[in-house]
């Protein structure tokens, strides 16, 4: 972390103590209103969950909401409709970030690295991610992930393409830093048990740590964000202020010193309250209606 970047975070924290809600969410309007570098994007309406088919009317309507504000969207999968989104948003303008959901399913990933070979032979993947917290998971071995991996960049040999995982990850596997182009670094302090005063500084850590393991490779954040409703973890707490107050100094700082973010997510969803508890349905900057919260 640079002296530079410590300054600019305690000016931001010191500022906080100073605002009031509205004060804060003046703020995360005029940041938004300005654009933001990425955010991870899915078309699940209430209701629908992995598995529903999603249509190109439903992924068009919620493309609209977000299309104003951000340069990049983040997918997850390519397949069940989902591969419809990265030539929806191309449509828009937006530069995408194509992901196919890996897991311990051999039949179901072939079908998403097949999709996903499609779409970037298409020219609708500006970046290519293989695979999600499928190591984090343990849902695949090391080795089971790297030959995806080499599969993808056989078959795409002009793609960038890494994987998506937690930031230590990175550092614990020096192998997949090798295979990977691109660095997919996911930072949440949240899941650490962060307290929000030091949340942001926690977060550049992670970020520092991804880098560092890189040796020069990019490095995007390919998930940061904050819930505003559930139960804390930790010293962790899910509201409306904290929520605000993490997007604020993300944004600021990865304006600042040129750090590319997929800030998690476009809008809440209700079907993640499984794994993650309660604050799964609450990590959206839209609402499950698309109102624009906060």
């Not at 926690?202 to 505003?228: C, D, F």
Request: aromatic share 12%; with cysteine; proline share 3%.
């Amino acid at each position: 972390m640079s002296f530079r970047s410590e300054k600019i975070l305690s000016l931001v924290g010191e500022d906080f103590h100073q605002k009031s809600s509205s004060d804060l969410s003046q703020m995360f309007r005029k940041i938004l209103a300005d654009g933001v570098h990425g955010i991870c994007f899915s078309a699940y309406k209430e209701g629908q969950a992995p598995g529903t088919i999603l249509s190109a009317a439903q992924i068009t309507e919620r493309i609209e909401v977000i299309k104003p504000f951000t340069k990049w969207v983040r997918t997850f999968s390519c397949t069940e409709g989902n591969e419809l989104i990265p030539a929806i948003a191309k449509a828009y303008g937006l530069k995408t970030m194509v992901g196919a959901w890996l897991s311990d399913d051999k039949e179901k990933n072939e079908e998403e690295i097949e999709a996903l070979i499609t779409l970037v032979k298409a020219g609708h993947a500006d970046l290519v991610a293989v695979g999600n917290e499928v190591l984090y998971r343990e849902e695949l071995t090391e080795e089971e992930l790297l030959d995806y991996i080499k599969q993808v960049k056989k078959a795409v040999p002009q793609a960038e393409v890494g994987y998506v995982d937690a930031y230590y990850e990175f550092v614990n596997r020096p192998a997949i830093v090798e295979a990977c182009d691109v660095i997919y670094a996911n930072c949440y302090p949240f899941w650490e048990g962060c307290h929000i005063d030091y949340s942001h500084v926690y977060m550049q850590n992670m970020y520092y740590q991804a880098l560092g393991a890189g040796k020069g490779k990019r490095v995007v954040i390919s998930e940061t964000g904050w819930p505003n409703v559930g139960t804390a973890f930790e010293a962790s707490v899910p509201n409306t202020e904290n929520a605000l107050r993490y997007f604020i100094n993300t944004q600021k700082w990865s304006k600042e010193e040129g750090i590319e973010v997929m800030y998690f997510s476009a809008f809440d969803e209700s079907w993640k309250v499984g794994a993650e508890g309660d604050v799964g349905a609450f990590w959206g900057l839209w609402d499950k209606d698309e109102n624009l919260k906060y």
